[in-house]
């Protein structure tokens, strides 16, 4: 029933692609597309720590009140507007792959920075825009360069629902990563720092 549902949905593509339950199932075997969805998770902890927990690492650095708030918001703004950025060159020039990269080795730099110094204001404040500013266009970008280099069409939607499955799983999940009890330590970070630095030479393994 579902088959045949599918059949009259597809449209032309019916004629170029008839479903099979191997291209559904061929995403759960092939080593690349787990490796896809492991930085899709890990870039999506970074964003969701920063943006859930944002206001308690500024707070830890004797910001009280008003300035809480506003000193979070910076972050997150750096971050629409990078994405908006990437939006533009993915779509008009093709860069997928050359603007992920980058902004995986600025995650990676960010939490080093934090794992490294937590004593200077500055460079944790610093650290902050570069984990924020760029984790949130890199989820985007994993999932557009996943649907840029699948395919069939079956496969390339199976692939695209496990790559949402681990964005949503690591939102999640990312909030065990970071006790309140240790905000002061940023353990939550400390716990993902090394993740974020094995997915970056795992993408340039994928490209090349």
């Keep these: 029933m579902w088959i045949s549902h599918l059949r009259r949905q597809s449209g032309p593509l019916r004629r170029l692609n008839d479903f099979t339950w191997h291209q559904v199932l061929r995403p759960f075997t092939e080593l690349k597309i787990y490796l896809y969805s492991i930085t899709a998770a890990s870039s999506q902890v970074a964003s969701s720590n920063i943006a859930n927990f944002g206001p308690m690492i500024i707070k830890e650095m004797d910001y009280e009140g008003a300035k809480t708030n506003l000193l979070s918001a ?10 908006l950025i990437c939006a533009v060159l993915a779509d008009r020039k093709g860069m997928r792959s050359s603007l992920l990269l980058p902004c995986l080795s ?13 004593h200077s204001k500055s460079v944790t404040y610093g650290a902050m825009y570069l984990i924020a500013g760029f984790s949130g266009p890199c989820s985007t970008l994993i999932t557009v360069w996943c649907a840029g280099n699948i395919g069939p069409q079956y496969t390339k939607m199976a692939t695209l629902a496990l790559c949402l499955l681990s964005h949503t799983s690591a939102t999640l999940i990312s909030v065990d990563l970071f006790p309140p009890t240790l905000a002061r330590s940023f353990s939550g970070i400390d716990l993902y720092s090394h993740r974020n630095c094995f997915c970056f030479f795992v993408d340039v393994g994928i490209v090349i």
């Excluded at 910076?74 to 994405?83: Q, R, T, Y």
């Design 74 to 83: 910076g972050p997150l703004a750096l971050s629409v507007f990078i994405m």
């Design 106 to 118: 600025l995650i990676t730099i960010g939490q080093f920075l934090i794992f490294f110094d937590t």
